[in-house]
């Protein structure tokens, strides 16, 4: 029998039904096709008898059976592989083959004969080229590989979602190294950005280096559910960089905001540009991943002024995303609360969002005004519709046409508004749904104790206007109402001790004001109530006396 060439035979003669095992050896293989014949008898067949014939049965084993399992997620793939070795092997290796797009090895275990808890590959037994993964199985179950060892590895590695794009991982990182991966982006354009993955550095920001580029427009866009997109408006096909990460996770409150990196920036100099994105002036947090837990640690800006700061591990709170360069510091416990009250009602007043807000709420204010004076507000409208009508009349050919549909419909719309305005509940309902939509999008941010001065404030405002609305106003109900609501307020803000909570509070100062108006409330209604010539008939000259809705005499 002829195996690729290579020879082994049985000299003698077989009888009927006897049956012989020729062994030929493993290395005899190759990888494709085999070539096997087979020769029947010594050649001196002449046919003059039988034709000498023998049935064959031909069959080669794995040396080492093999399954593998493979899983390619959105941003993760992952590898079970399992290996069985029927003879011992020497300088046994396993290589995994991630895509071209796995960024870093987020987790790489191991097993023996399916027995016992997995445990992570030393780094000594994983060589990582690219994103081609070798496993040293000898270092692992011993050199050479006993007979029947069943050798487990399970991988994940994190991918980078290319988006209008396409890129290879140049040099990966394996696991339990900062990220450091190298990228060639093979096809890129000025829209192009790259998602990435649950790296084992997830959250933190990420940030290129060692660009083949000018790359001062490199950032990344953060979002309020924890993702992030790397954008490079200046690279393009064939640029190259390398991938890094902030010792910070930088979030937005709500929306999203930019970070770029500066050149300058290195293990002990963590800073970065914030600049917004969508909205300008939304809140954010920074946590800083490399100092000390129990230390203080502050983000300034680049005069040095403190924006926040926070104890290790607790994240930094900023109150808004225009400040330009900012860097994380240590920085001492601060002795009291700095913030006043107000104070992020009152911010927006310095960021983009103010023109928005005036609009918004100057609108609320005009139709309150208009309500007010209803005749008034009609005959400006009036006005303001046959001025906008006579100029539209002065377009050639369709202008007369449009004249009266424009002026008609202006005089409509305004009438409609001036009517809604009189109607004071709908148009309050109208202001508050205002403020809230416009702190849901973003435009302004208040704190917790500010909101509960607002909302105490509110209440206080509302009930007093609802409860002489209905004839139904007295100071004792007006204050069991004020009190209800501060005290829902105050628990609300409070953690711990109500009164101490409620007396550190900026709330504590609207409290007194409505408390004194309350005193003062009840000393003229007391006084009112019990004077002194309260039980003693009284004689009216010149006038009407009303007594019980009786009229008297003249």
């Known amino acids: 029998m002829d195996v690729n060439g290579n020879t082994v035979s049985h000299s003698g003669t077989l009888a009927d039904g006897e049956t012989v095992s020729l062994d030929a050896d493993p290395s005899w293989l190759r990888d494709g096709q085999n070539n096997v014949t087979v020769h029947v008898g010594d050649g001196s067949y002449s046919g003059d008898g039988p034709e000498p014939q023998v049935d064959v049965e031909y069959r080669h084993d794995l040396e080492s059976p093999r399954t593998v399992d493979y899983e390619s997620e959105a941003l993760s793939e992952r590898y079970n592989i399992s290996k069985t070795y029927t003879t011992p092997r020497a300088n046994a290796t396993l290589t995994v083959p991630h895509a071209r797009?796995?960024?870093?090895?987020r987790a790489l275990d191991y097993r023996l004969n399916e027995t016992g808890s997995w445990s992570s590959v030393p780094?000594?037994?994983?060589?990582?080229?690219?994103?081609t993964l070798d496993i040293d199985v000898s270092a692992l179950a011993g050199d050479p590989v006993p007979e029947g060892t069943?050798?487990?590895?399970?991988?994940?590695?994190?991918?980078?979602?290319?988006?209008?794009?396409?890129?290879?991982?140049?040099?990966?990182?394996?696991?339990?190294?900062?990220?450091?991966?190298?990228?060639?982006?093979?096809?890129?354009?000025?829209?192009?950005?790259?998602?990435?993955?649950?790296?084992?550095?997830?959250?933190?920001?990420?940030y290129g280096e060692n660009e083949s580029y000018s790359a001062e427009s490199d950032y990344v866009e953060l979002y309020s559910d924890g993702s992030q997109q790397f954008y490079a408006p200046n690279a393009s096909s064939g640029s190259r960089l390398t991938l890094n990460t902030l010792s910070a996770r930088v979030s937005p409150e709500r929306n999203s905001m930019r970070v770029r990196v500066p050149e300058s920036v290195n293990a002990t100099n963590t800073e970065f540009v914030v600049e917004p994105a969508s909205v300008v002036g939304d809140s954010w947090t920074a946590e800083y991943v490399a100092g000390t837990d129990g230390q203080w640690y502050a983000v300034v800006d680049g005069s040095g002024n403190e924006l926040g700061s926070a104890e290790k591990p607790d994240a930094i709170e900023v109150s808004r995303d225009d400040v330009g360069l900012v860097s994380i510091v240590p920085t001492e416990e601060p002795s009291q609360s700095t913030d006043g009250p107000g104070g992020g009602i009152f911010a927006a007043a310095t960021t983009g969002n103010l023109?928005?807000?005036?609009?918004?709420?100057?609108?609320?204010?005009?139709?309150?005004?208009?309500?007010?004076?209803?005749?008034?507000?009609?005959?400006?409208?009036?006005?303001?519709?046959?001025?906008?009508?006579?100029?539209?009349?002065?377009?050639?050919?369709?202008?007369?046409?449009l004249e009266s549909a424009v002026e008609g419909g202006l005089s409509s719309a305004g009438s409609g508004l001036v009517t809604v305005g009189e109607n004071?509940?709908?148009?309050?309902?109208?202001?508050?749904?205002?403020?809230?939509?416009?702190?849901?999008?973003?435009?302004?941010?208040?704190?917790?104790?500010?909101?509960?001065?607002?909302?105490?404030?509110?209440?206080?405002?509302?009930?007093?206007?609802?409860?002489?609305?209905a004839d139904e106003f007295t100071t004792a109900r007006w204050i069991a109402i004020v009190a209800v609501a501060g005290v829902v307020a105050l628990q609300g803000l409070g953690e711990g001790d109500l009164l101490a909570e409620f007396v550190n509070s900026d709330a504590f100062l609207?409290?007194?004001l409505i408390g004194g108006y309350a005193v003062i409330q009840l000393v003229?209604?007391?006084?009112?109530?019990?004077?002194?010539?309260?039980?003693?008939?009284?004689?009216?000259v010149g006038g009407r006396f009303r007594d019980s809705g009786d009229e008297g005499s003249d």
Do not use: K
Request: net charge negative; charged share 20%; glycine share 14%.
């Open 424 to 469: 004071r509940l709908l148009t309050g309902a109208i202001g508050v749904a205002v403020a809230v939509a416009a702190n849901e999008a973003g435009l302004y941010s208040i704190g917790p104790e500010t909101g509960a001065i607002l909302a105490v404030g509110g209440i206080a405002v509302g009930s007093l206007f609802l409860l002489r609305e």
């Open 355 to 401: 023109p928005s807000l005036i609009v918004l709420f100057g609108s609320v204010g005009m139709l309150f005004v208009a309500g007010t004076r209803p005749e008034s507000s009609r005959e400006a409208v009036e006005r303001f519709a046959g001025s906008v009508g006579g100029l539209v009349g002065r377009v050639p050919r369709i202008g007369g046409a």
């Open 510 to 512: 609207i409290a007194i």
């Open 150 to 206: 069943t050798v487990e590895v399970r991988s994940t590695g994190s991918r980078v979602d290319a988006h209008d794009s396409e890129i290879s991982v140049v040099r990966a990182t394996p696991v339990g190294f900062d990220m450091d991966s190298r990228i060639r982006l093979d096809s890129w354009n000025s829209g192009s950005y790259l998602e990435v993955g649950e790296t084992p550095q997830s959250g933190l920001v990420y």
């Open 524 to 540: 003229r209604e007391y006084r009112a109530n019990n004077g002194p010539d309260d039980d003693r008939p009284q004689v009216i």
């Open 123 to 131: 780094q000594s037994a994983a060589n990582l080229s690219g994103t």
């Open 101 to 105: 797009t796995v960024l870093s090895m």
